[in-house]
């Protein structure tokens, strides 16, 4: 969907438009805001994004592609954890008044921001990887009906994603409401069911957002353009004991908007900036 002129101009989406948003998310699980960020920030995003990613992928290619990792074996998709320095920490990506507006309706205004990482869809890539759902079973094998929604998964394209450059395809509407046990490692093979299912590609302008329970079923594909396809991925999660893992100079964690700060108060505030890392 395509916020208003005055919910982009005022950083505030409508009672309307959050609500709708939220059911969204509960039955189809995602919802698609088109075209948020302003382009000029989303390019210097790309350009920074690049400047890491072009000598880490040089460096680390063997192991990033490695075969044995099927994963990424003929994809060329490359997860690439973020330094949480500017310009990738800015608050229009960590604490963005939509996504926060949504985030606190559906995990709780106590939720926690705790995964800071990309996606990329790498050109060359030859094949799509295998349809999966991105955080495993909460209770592995034994619980045999849907829980609530403990992972909210936020994704900014740094590009335009067309049918060419590598769009992530989602199965929406229901994959994320299956019992608990159905995301355990032991679950029928997802990509054998998708295959007579309806998927669809994540076509979307550069700068746009998207909100997804990390339980619906996805998966990335090949890249047929000559340049990168990465989109930002963050995770909010419900407010739960949990090790933090994002690396928080204090200075910087002081200088973030108060909002910021309160979702990130579980990471490792006072560690130097983290190098970037696959
Ligand atoms: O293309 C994408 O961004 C999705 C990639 C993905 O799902 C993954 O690497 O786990």
Redesign the pocket.
């Given at each position: 969907m395509r916020l208003s002129a005055e919910e982009l101009e005022s950083g505030k989406l409508s009672p309307e438009t959050l609500e709708l948003a939220i059911q969204l998310i509960k039955v189809n699980g995602y919802v698609l805001f088109e075209e948020v960020l302003p382009r000029a920030q989303v390019d210097e995003l790309f350009n920074s994004y690049a400047a890491i990613l072009d000598p880490y992928f040089e460096e680390h290619r063997e192991e990033i592609l490695n075969p044995k990792n099927g994963?990424n074996d003929g994809t060329n998709?490359v997860?690439l954890y973020l330094p949480f320095e500017k310009p990738f920490c800015d608050e229009a990506i960590i604490a963005n008044p939509f996504v926060t507006a949504i985030v606190d309706r559906i995990l709780g205004e106590d939720c926690l921001m705790t995964y800071f990482a990309t996606?990329t869809?790498m050109p060359g890539g030859k094949k799509s990887?295998p349809v999966?759902a991105?955080t495993s079973s909460r209770y592995g094998d034994k619980y045999e009906a849907n829980l609530p929604i403990a992972n909210l998964i936020v994704?900014y394209p740094l590009v335009d994603v067309d049918e060419n450059n590598?769009p992530?395809e989602i199965w929406p509407g229901g994959t994320h409401l299956h019992p608990d046990n159905w995301y355990a490692p032991n679950a029928f093979n997802k990509s054998k069911l998708a295959e007579h299912m309806h998927g669809i590609k994540m076509l979307m302008p550069a700068g746009s957002i998207l909100i997804r329970d990390d339980r619906v079923w996805?998966?990335?594909?090949p890249n047929k353009s000559n340049k990168h396809r990465p989109?930002i991925?963050l995770i909010y999660s419900e407010n739960r004991q949990r090790e933090g893992t994002i690396q928080i100079p204090q200075e910087t964690y002081d200088q973030l908007p108060v909002k910021a700060q309160r979702l990130l108060r579980n990471e490792k505030i006072g560690f130097p900036v983290a190098a970037p890392k696959h």
């Open positions: 994963f998709h997860r996606n869809s990887q999966h991105d994704n590598g992530m996805h998966r990335g594909t989109n991925a």
